[in-house]
């Protein structure tokens, strides 16, 4: 499960990742907290407008690498909020969806450049799929009223977090670098007239650098079950 805040970030950081883990198998579903409805700066749309050209695109994106389940929050778009209440409706995501792995940004990553600020929803959303994963999902004294849902308690076996430039994990995208650029591609209102082609290719080669790939997504990743543990759970 793809924990993020906005229409495209996956497309950005992870679609590759998401293509290799379908093509080799894995149900993969997608989670946007925001529709990104403020993203398209354009005062004649309406934010419900906006909401549904955002949401389409992707679902379009998805659709690209083999994702077929995308969940809307519809959370303020631009003034996200890290809440009890959000980390609440996460883990009702979690525990109906019952991943192996949960991918999400980093909280912690402010200045990715000399260039760029990280959004403050790209954070919230990063904060709140952590501590919806860690220990609230796996808690079954936490959030009760869910099981009345058929939701139990599902501890998340590995946390994925987009490395920025770092990490300890590098997953290898030569075979699905075109379906990253394809996906992202699919965001036309943010894309508009810009080819994101050789952007993505070098960000990408530059994570693959001395790994004996051409290009890679990087991510550090905390285990919270290890292999002789959920071998033994499954």
């Known amino acids: 499960m793809f924990i993020f805040a906005h229409p495209d970030d996956i497309e950005f950081g992870s679609a590759g990742t998401a293509a290799r883990w379908v093509q080799g198998g894995a149900e993969v579903a997608y989670l946007l907290i925001t529709s990104g409805d403020v993203g398209i700066a354009d005062l004649n749309l309406t934010r419900a407008e906006a909401t549904a050209i955002r949401e389409q695109e992707q679902r379009d994106a998805a659709a690209v690498v083999g994702v077929q389940e995308v969940v809307f929050l519809r959370e303020p778009d631009g003034l996200l909020v890290n809440t009890l209440e959000l980390r609440r409706r996460l883990v009702r995501e979690i525990r109906r969806f019952r991943p192996e792995v949960v991918v999400c940004g980093d ?8 260039t760029y600020i990280n959004h403050p929803d790209h954070r919230a959303a990063a904060s709140a799929a952590l501590e919806a994963v860690f220990p609230a999902a796996g808690q079954p004294h ?43 591609r699919c965001h036309v209102s943010q894309m508009r007239e810009w080819d994101p082609e050789p952007m993505l290719r070098q960000w990408s080669a530059e994570a693959a650098k001395g790994k004996e790939m051409a290009y890679a997504e990087t991510f550090r990743v905390i285990t919270l079950i290890n292999d002789e543990d959920f071998a033994k759970a499954s």
Do not use: C, M
């Open 107 to 114: 909280p912690t990553a402010w200045f990715v450049d000399s």
């Open 142 to 184: 936490l959030f009760q009223e869910l099981a009345e849902e058929g939701l139990s308690a599902h501890k998340v076996r590995k946390v994925y977090v987009e490395g920025w430039g770092g990490g300890d994990t590098w997953v290898n995208t030569s075979s699905t670098i075109d379906l990253k650029i394809a996906a992202l």
